[in-house]
């Protein structure tokens, strides 16, 4: 296909992650997690977050945040979110459908949650006519792709446990924004107070596979075995989704494959924030770059460029690097734009 600007989903497998696929390809091992690939991974998420680390393996972001949420609320109980969350804007309803539970979209002005935007919906209803919220759900990076400053992060979590609530965070790109922060995802998620992490794999160098992490381990030890079966993300081949973490998790791979997909795109930013046409629109703190264009523009640019026109409105582009993009194809997207303005 023509290269793609378009998400960091387009990204081939890091070659440290497919060979430890096939290192993993060889003679039997027991499934559903019984294997010897899975505990070792398991192991590397506890030396990364600590010894209470409650670990499952899921194949996806949608079916990791859904058995995630799931194991922390009621029917009758809601996650409160941004407006602009996965969890709400791109995942068809699936945590509403499969839980019962509500989704409760809150509009910020860029992405981020914070105390103002949640106080006006916990001071709602408390009876049975309403939705009781129990989760609060942020993401990390943001899917305009900001970050939270860590005090942000433990402001929230402060906030949230001091009304009865838990704090979810979404890191499909938690590496991204631990690598543009300088720390570590232990640091923005754990060390903060946040009770549940989906860390993100596949949009960082793996074939598939997310990892839902419990940080107390009585949250979740007798439901969530449960939950990932009925949510049907048990892997049975599990050593497959394993092996990939344990690689990314060694070495520091996962901040290597992060810091270069946000290098890449600080790259673009630089080269592309000077063109007449182009206007920024957003922090451009990760591997994620919005911008408006002129329409016409933005159609001729695509067809030599895959990317997508984030809103249509505006209307606003969205262009994404990752773990592989090249100096190269920085360059040769950045000459697509300057002629596709200059006809």
Same mark, same amino acid.
């Given at each position: 296909m023509k290269r793609s600007f378009a998400s960091d989903n387009n990204a *081939?497998?890091? *070659?440290?992650?497919?060979?430890?696929? @096939?290192?993993?390809?060889? $003679?039997?091992?027991?499934? &559903?997690? =019984?294997?010897?690939?899975?505990?070792?991974?398991? $192991?590397?998420?506890?030396?990364?977050?600590?010894?209470?680390?409650?670990? &499952?393996?899921?194949?996806? $972001?949608t079916g990791a945040n859904v058995v995630a949420l799931s194991c922390v609320t009621k029917p009758w109980e809601a996650v409160l979110c941004p407006l602009t969350a996965h969890l709400q804007t791109d995942e068809c309803g699936a945590f509403e459908r499969f839980t019962g539970s509500k989704v409760i979209p809150i509009p910020t002005r860029d992405g981020k949650l914070r105390i103002a935007d949640l106080e006006p919906y @916990?001071?709602?209803? /408390?009876?049975?006519? /309403? *939705?009781?919220?129990?989760?609060?759900?942020?993401?990390q990076s943001t899917e305009y792709g900001d970050v939270y400053e860590p005090d942000e992060v433990r402001e929230l979590c402060a906030f949230a446990h001091a009304r009865g609530l838990y704090v979810h965070v979404d890191g499909a790109r938690i590496s991204n924004a631990a690598a543009a922060l300088g720390t570590? *995802?232990?640091?923005?998620?754990?060390?903060?107070?946040?009770?549940?992490l989906t860390f993100g794999g596949t949009k960082n160098g793996l074939m598939f596979g997310e990892a839902i992490c419990f940080f107390d381990p009585t949250l979740a030890a007798n439901v969530a075995p449960f939950a990932r079966k009925q949510g049907m993300q048990l892997a049975s081949k599990m050593r497959y989704v394993?092996?990939?973490?344990?690689?990314?998790?060694?070495?520091?791979?996962?901040? =290597? &494959?992060?810091?270069?997909?946000?290098?890449?795109?600080?790259?673009?930013?630089?080269?592309?924030?000077?063109?007449?046409?182009?206007?920024?629109?957003?922090?451009?703190?990760?591997?994620?770059?919005?911008?408006?264009?002129?329409?016409?523009?933005?159609?001729?640019?695509?067809?030599?460029?895959?990317?997508y026109t984030f809103d249509e409105a505006l209307p606003e582009v969205r262009w994404m690097t990752h773990w592989a993009t090249t100096e190269d194809d920085i360059d040769d997207f950045v000459l697509a734009v300057k002629e596709s303005l200059a006809t």
């Open positions: *081939p497998i890091a *070659p440290e992650i497919l060979a430890a696929i @096939l290192e993993a390809n060889h $003679g039997d091992a027991v499934g &559903y997690g =019984r294997d010897e690939w899975t505990q070792r991974a398991i $192991g590397r998420f506890r030396e990364h977050f600590g010894e209470r680390t409650d670990v &499952y393996f899921a194949f996806n $972001g @916990l001071h709602a209803g /408390h009876d049975e006519h /309403h *939705p009781q919220p129990r989760v609060i759900s942020i993401s570590t *995802p232990r640091a923005l998620t754990v060390d903060l107070g946040v009770d549940i394993a092996a990939q973490f344990e690689a990314l998790l060694t070495e520091d791979r996962w901040l =290597r &494959y992060a810091s270069h997909a946000n290098a890449m795109a600080a790259r673009l930013l630089e080269r592309i924030r000077t063109i007449e046409g182009v206007r920024i629109t957003r922090n451009a703190r990760c591997n994620a770059i919005f911008a408006t264009m002129d329409r016409a523009a933005i159609a001729r640019a695509q067809e030599r460029v895959f990317f």
